[in-house]
T-cell receptor, first 114, second 116 residues
Framework: AQSVTQLDSHVSVSEGTPVLLRCNYSSSYSPSLFWYVQHPNKGLQLLLKYTSAATLVKGINGFEAEFKKSETSFHLTKPSAHMSDAAEYFC????????????FGAGTRLTVKP | GAGVSQSPSNKVTEKGKDVELRCDPISGHTALYWYRQSLGQGLEFLIYFQGNSAPDKSGLPSDRFSAERTGGSVSTLTIQRTQQEDSAVYLC??????????????FGPGTRLTVT
């Protein structure tokens, strides 16, 4: 069975400062991991994904995430926040064999202050 | 190309009525998923279809919920005898294959259902 925990329901940063959105997962298999972003009144958009290749994954809009098996983490980072990054972010884990093991985290709402 | 589309975008219905929500996946995508997103919550998996295989209905919350996918393309989610707790945004997504293979899901804009 899979599960994912997003450790912060809300993160607030100032524009130009680093962003860290934390995600821990539990998986019986080698997981695929994803980060999705949801802007207000918009659909979910894939930011990046990890599928057992390079552990440091680069995504769109300057975001990246590092898969750390020893810590069962897949934290999302960005060196410098932009106002347009304000949105809801979801960490997702998918199992190796059964897609109904796919689990979304509860989401982290990112606020960017000017 | 065209993304995943859903209709209607908004639906207001009275308690006890039946509703149908439609999803048009991206052409060529064999997998189709339905999720429910309640206010301030993450996504709750409802059901998925993969090719011609029997759908995985393990996430459907009650027997009032059902879904079908005709011709391997368009899908309809039906909620019978709606209740107020069914109020949520219903999201549809499609992917080339199962996400366990690392295939990303492409999401539609959702249908906001309000049960009064």
């Amino acid at each position: 069975a899979q599960s994912v925990t997003q450790l912060d329901s809300h993160v607030s940063v100032s524009e130009g400062t680093p962003v860290l959105l934390r995600c821990n997962y539990s998986s019986s298999y080698s997981p695929s991991l994803f980060w999705y972003v949801q802007h207000p009144n918009k659909g979910l958009q894939l930011l990046l994904k990890y599928t057992s290749a390079a552990t440091l994954v680069k995504g769109i809009n300057g975001f990246e995430a590092e898969f750390k098996k020893s810590e069962t983490s897949f934290h999302l980072t960005k060196p410098s926040a932009h106002m347009s990054d304000a949105a809801e972010y979801f960490c997702v884990v998918s199992g190796a064999y059964n897609n109904n093991d796919m689990r979304f985290g509860a989401g982290t709402r990112l606020t960017v202050k000017p | 190309g065209a993304g995943v589309s859903q209709s209607p975008s908004n639906k207001v219905t009275e308690k006890g009525k039946d509703v149908e929500l439609r999803c048009d996946p991206i052409s060529g995508h064999t997998a189709l998923y339905w999720y429910r997103q309640s206010l301030g919550q993450g996504l709750e998996f409802l059901i998925y279809f993969q090719g011609n295989s029997a759908p995985d209905k393990s996430g459907l919350p009650s027997d009032r919920f059902s879904a079908e996918r005709t011709g391997g393309s368009v899908s309809t989610l039906t909620i019978q005898r709606t209740q107020q707790e069914d109020s949520a945004v219903y999201l549809c997504a499609s992917s080339l294959a199962l996400t366990s293979g690392g295939y990303e899901q492409y999401f539609g804009p959702g249908t906001r259902l309000t049960v009064t």
